[in-house]
């Protein structure tokens, strides 16, 4: 199925939801642009960074039988809820007649379900991901264990009024030493804090994993510091990144007041081989634009692009990551790609719409050194492609660019990482639908 036909059904499905607001998740990490700082998840204790897996007690196969939906939630019974309840839902699902729903009361710390697994799978070829749905914001987890319960972890962000969907894990964490060769159980849960949560999941499946460690840097809003500050420092590594514009706030000259870019240094930056993009014609929140706006706000960048003879800029960030069914629909009537997920290491896009992200929190916009570095080093040892953006820029965030920037150059010497840029992503890493 086309990439644009299966979301168009994915997202048409969804709308049977009636998602409701509920309090936040205090450890959300919520920022305006919806990602996080990519770092190590550490929820429970034993959970760590860790060291990589160990991937040589086995010859490597073929696993594209793997590739693809794996369970569709049909047959609830393969499944055991360890935390919370666990019931079918005929009512909602992005696959087949039914999702799962799985519920954490009010006053418990988890939801966690189980399969163990007839056969053990080998999973060294492949990452998780699943469609997902909720009522309120979470970070839901996908654990594949060994028999020994060593476990990699995968991670996602989802809050309430987003279209049930499938979303791009990004590998966080390792527990101990699991044998990918031989998964034996595959668990979902996600942290609530006390909080009662409600997460609908459907279309657990496999898409081909991403060995060669990629990583591709963003700029959001077309501030005047992609130009003045990250410019020169990424120049003198030999490396490019993309800028994603809020066009109708691109300055004519020199002589308009503002913080964003002039149009003469957004074309030195495209012949430089940077990447165009947009966050919108305003880098406003989508869900904060009035509805009879929504559609030129998305899709007049492209007639901005296309009048200065900009032709491969179809690549759209959801400002905060936010966005709903309809505006998902209208990003992929007009672009190639959406980032509005969260987290590193991910693997081939299985929603072309929503790939990841990572930035800084709610303390400091932009990742610091430490966190920009730990991220490159995660990416160069255990694959997977890490999207890294940044906002306006000041002194700090040029000196942390520039350790980042001589770390990556390093790197890349060596073999251990690679740039990719949108075009890349478009054209070789998305396997969407079912």
């Known amino acids: 199925m086309k990439r644009r036909s299966y979301l168009a059904a994915a997202i048409a499905g969804s709308t049977l939801a009636g998602c409701t607001g509920a309090t936040p998740d205090a450890t959300s990490n919520e920022t305006d642009g919806g990602t996080d700082t990519g770092g190590g998840e550490t929820d429970q204790p034993g ?30 019974e393969l499944w055991d809820p360890i935390a919370g309840t666990l019931e079918a839902d005929r009512e909602h699902a992005a696959l087949g007649s039914q999702s799962a729903r799985i519920v954490a009361a009010e006053g418990t710390q988890q939801v966690r379900i189980a399969r163990e697994l007839a056969e053990p799978i080998d999973v060294r070829a492949v990452v998780p991901g699943l469609a997902l749905e909720t009522d309120s914001v979470g970070n839901p987890l996908i654990r594949l264990r060994d028999a020994s319960g060593d476990y990699r972890q995968y991670r996602q962000h989802v809050r309430e009024g987003q279209p049930f969907v499938r979303r791009n894990f990004g ?25 009662a949560r409600t997460l609908r999941i459907d279309d657990l499946h496999f898409v081909p994993r991403v060995e060669q460690g990629r990583v591709q840097i963003q700029f959001q809003g077309g501030f005047e510091t992609d130009y003045t500050l990250a410019y020169p420092i990424l120049s003198a590594h030999d490396l490019t990144a993309s800028t994603f514009l809020a066009t109708a706030r691109i300055r004519g000259t020199d002589g308009v007041a503002g913080d964003r870019m002039t149009e003469a240094q957004v074309a030195e930056l495209a012949d430089a081989g940077w990447t165009l993009g947009t966050v919108g014609a305003r880098h406003r929140h989508l869900h904060e634009v009035d509805p009879d706006r929504l559609e030129t706000d998305i899709r007049s960048p492209l007639e901005w692009f296309a009048e200065r003879g900009y032709d491969d800029a179809r690549y759209f960030g959801f400002p905060g990551g936010r966005f709903d069914g309809r505006m998902l629909e209208l990003v992929g009537d007009h672009y190639d790609l959406g980032f509005g997920d969260r987290n590193r290491s991910h693997g081939y ?18 990742l610091s050194a430490e966190q920009l570095t730990d991220a490159l080093e995660w990416t160069a040892e255990h694959g997977g492609i890490t999207t890294i953006v940044f906002y306006e820029m000041d002194e700090d965030d040029a000196e942390a660019l520039e350790a980042m920037a001589t770390r990556l150059a390093q790197l890349r010497e060596t073999g251990d990482l690679e740039l990719v840029t949108p075009r890349e992503l478009a054209d070789e890493f998305v396997v969407d639908g079912p």
Do not use: K, M, Y
């Not at 034996?184 to 942290?191: F, K, S, Y």
């Not at 896009?349 to 932009?366: F, Y």
């Open 47 to 76: 959970e760590s960074d860790g060291d990589p897996a160990d991937e040589d007690d086995h010859e490597p196969r073929d696993d594209s039988s793997l590739r693809g939906t794996f369970d569709d939630f049909e047959r609830l």
């Open 349 to 366: 896009a299985s929603n072309h719409l929503t790939l990841p992200r990572i930035s800084g929190g709610v303390d400091r916009r932009n």
């Open 171 to 195: 590998h966080t964490a390792v527990s101990g030493d699991p044998d990918l060769g031989t998964i034996t159980e595959i668990q979902i849960l996600q942290w609530t804090g006390g909080a």
